[in-house]
């Protein structure tokens, strides 16, 4: 059984921040970013990146317009200094993007990162301790004074060593790492420690970087943190304050955003949140987040599925598919409600007015998406997504009430397979029903052709009725009034549409009749498609009387006598 929490675990103590005022404040700028991919989420994998595949990730990142990449933790892994070294000699790296490596506060490690990014024209160095007293007392056993000569010593050796190569544009990064943790005053003192002691000033700015190392607190409280901090740093002018979230309690892009509303002016994730235990940030997620909000991102994700895939082959890490943005399901609607508001929507929406389509946050085509999938259709499907997907894939438009009909079909094919079906599959139901149908019945009627008189008033029609090949005539007031006449029904046509499949010369006229049949409970619908309307509107007629004849009792099935007494040979 569960453990009792109230004995075991502490809730995390509210911050006193009484006159907060991030949660009026709207986010209208990007953040400056950082991609972790190749250091954070590269020592997250459960086989890490080699060469090849970080080369590969480091030029998509630089592609997609990160313009600082956290490139590797060279002083712990030979395969990570080896990297640094040939994106800079190689000069693999764009003149308008900085990397940066990290290091533990130990001169050796200091000194080995400093040497891996000898000779970039730009470079920041990020240096981290702990700072919470549950790492201070059981990891380290220090006390505060002792952490703080700590953070002096070793930002003052890697001021040391930076001073003497002045080739290289030289940026501290400081992270208290334990942030979220730690006492407010503590993290400040380390802050203002390692600021003071590298500098910190006019052409001279430092970024600090607040993590919630392990997410352990609601995003609100994060976010007090970081507004407390935000108004306590100084020189603030001379500072970037950076945020670092974890998702431990799976709200890191939460924590980020009311971040950035509480005065952090720099984001550090990953793509589709890779990074240890839940992962860091995920910024495919926040950037288009804030693309939903009218803010642009300054990343190029207009093609999704191709940043996933590239992601995918470098960390061997699958992207989910109901993955906010980027999954393969998301702009997808199995649900018959979903999928009638989001036909209405498409049918409304102004190409240039405001998206305002039900049940989509964003324009999949804003990501590179297609339309194809937005509506799929299964067991749990209903009319709107099936006469969504014959209007887009075959410019077949059906009345609402043939929407209901042809809806019980496909319902009854879903349910008996069990499976989805998709839109070739939809339109081969629709023509094995209106447009096939019974014809292959031994009692149906076929259409072969037909002959209008003079009048218009007059039809020929060459059928096989029963599988006896006739010419039958009839007279009305059109084609389709004679029609009936010549099948020699108790048929009455309620209704009639026609309308074109396409444009252009091949565009085939599509006709929609709506009849009902004596002794046959309801209507019934029947399509004719051809290049003449005409011959549409006799197929549609000749449709909907092979569906009801088929609905009939037996003992009245087959064509009416009237029509095979008026025939000739």
Request: proline share 5%; hydrophobic share 40%; net charge negative.
């Amino acid at each position: 059984m569960i453990a009792n929490p109230a004995t075991k675990y502490a809730p995390f103590a509210p911050i006193a921040l009484a006159d907060r005022q991030w949660p009026s404040r709207t986010i209208t700028q990007a953040p400056i970013w950082l991609s972790t991919d190749l250091r954070d989420g590269n020592q997250a994998l459960f086989e890490p990146m080699n060469a090849e595949r970080k080369m590969s990730l480091f030029m998509e990142l630089v592609r997609i317009g990160f313009k600082q990449i956290e490139v590797g933790f060279p002083a712990a892994s030979q395969t990570d200094f080896d990297f640094v070294r040939r994106l800079i000699e190689e000069k693999r790296i764009p003149d308008d993007v900085t990397i940066m490596v990290m290091t533990q506060s130990r001169e050796d490690l200091i000194a080995r990162s400093v040497e891996a990014v000898q000779g970039a024209p730009r470079a920041i160095v990020h240096l981290y301790n702990a700072t919470a007293p549950a790492w201070r007392r059981i990891v380290f056993g220090m006390s505060v004074p002792q952490v703080m000569d700590l953070i002096r010593h070793h930002v003052g050796y890697l001021k040391r060593l930076t001073d003497a190569q002045p080739a290289t544009q030289w940026t501290l990064q400081y992270s208290p790492e334990t942030f979220s943790a730690t006492e407010l005053d503590v993290s400040l003192q380390a802050c203002h420690t390692a600021i003071e002691t590298w500098g910190a000033g006019p052409g001279r700015e430092v970024i600090i970087n607040l993590p919630t190392t392990v997410e352990n607190a609601t995003a609100n409280v994060f976010a007090d943190q970081i507004e407390w901090m935000h108004r306590h740093l100084v020189p603030r002018q001379h500072i970037v304050l950076s945020v670092h979230p974890h998702n431990d309690r799976g709200t890191g892009v939460a924590a980020a955003e009311f971040a950035m509303m509480a005065g952090a002016d720099r984001v550090e994730g990953c793509l589709f949140g890779n990074g240890e235990r839940c992962g860091n940030v995920d910024i495919v997620t926040l950037a288009l987040n804030l693309y939903t909000q009218g803010v642009h991102p300054q990343l190029d994700f207009s093609d999704i599925t191709a940043v996933a895939r590239v992601a995918e082959e470098c960390t061997s890490i699958p992207v989910h598919p109901r993955h906010p943005y980027a999954g393969d399901l998301v702009f997808t609607a199995f649900s018959g409600s979903h999928q009638d508001a989001i036909k209405k929507g498409f049918a409304a929406q102004d190409p240039n007015g405001l998206w305002e389509v039900p049940y989509l946050p964003i324009d999949p085509a804003d990501l590179g998406r297609t339309y194809d999938s937005v509506i799929r259709v299964n067991s749990q499907s209903g009319k709107g997504g099936i006469a969504f997907l014959l209007e887009r894939e075959r410019g077949v438009v059906m009345p609402r009430r043939m929407q209901v009909e042809f809806s019980a079909v496909v319902q009854r094919q879903t349910d008996a397979s069990e499976t989805e079906i998709n839109g070739s599959e939809i339109w081969a139901l629709f023509q094995q029903t209106y447009l096939r149908g019974t014809a292959g019945s031994s009692d149906a009627i076929r259409y072969h052709g037909h002959k209008l008189d003079e009048s218009g008033q007059g039809i020929e029609l060459d059928l096989s009725i029963a599988g006896q090949r006739q010419q039958v005539r009839g007279h009305g007031n059109g084609p389709i009034a004679a029609t009936v006449d010549a099948l020699g029904l108790p048929l009455r046509v309620d209704s009639y549409e026609e309308r074109a499949t396409g444009s252009g010369a091949d565009a085939q006229a599509l006709a929609i009749v709506e009849a009902a049949l004596d002794g046959v409970a309801g209507a019934g619908f029947g399509v004719g498609m051809s290049h003449n309307i005409v011959t549409a509107s006799i197929q549609a007629v000749i449709s909907v009387a092979n569906r009801l004849q088929a609905r009939r009792q037996p003992s009245h099935s087959g064509a009416a006598t009237a029509a095979t007494a008026d025939t000739t040979a």
